[in-house]
């Protein structure tokens, strides 16, 4: 059975960071695309970042320069360090796993983790 758990997220105030983690099991994700998508209150799912097998790295606008995604295949994990907080990166937090290509589109990614609440106070 596959598995994607994530971290526990948090409140933290803005300007300030925070670690997520998606540990996989189940299957090994050394060769899929893996993301992190979120989802604000009456908002749609964004991608966020993205990683690919070769460590290519993609990022929405809203987050160059302060979010960096990475990935340990040894450990079957994927990481998002989030820097310099801002009240609007307030949502919840997915990550998720697909074969071949990043997509932007939710519905394409068939592995998902439970989503972790991260909230930024202004």
């Known amino acids: 059975q596959v598995q994607l758990v994530e971290s526990r997220g948090g409140l933290v105030q803005a300007g300030g960071s925070l670690r997520l983690s998606c540990a996989a099991s189940g299957q090994t994700f050394g060769t899929y695309v893996r993301v992190w998508f979120r989802q604000a209150p009456g908002k749609e799912r964004e991608l966020v970042a993205a990683i690919t097998r070769g460590d290519t790295t993609n990022y929405a606008d809203s987050v160059k320069g302060r979010f960096t995604i990475s990935r340990d295949n040894a450990k079957n994990t994927v990481y998002l360090q989030m820097n310099s907080l801002k009240p609007e990166d307030t949502a919840v937090y997915y990550c998720?796993?697909?074969?071949?290509?990043?997509?932007?589109?939710?519905?394409?990614?068939?592995?998902w983790g439970q989503g972790t609440q991260v909230t930024v106070s202004s």
């Open positions: 998720a796993a697909r074969f071949l290509a990043i997509s932007g589109a939710a519905n394409e990614y068939p592995y």
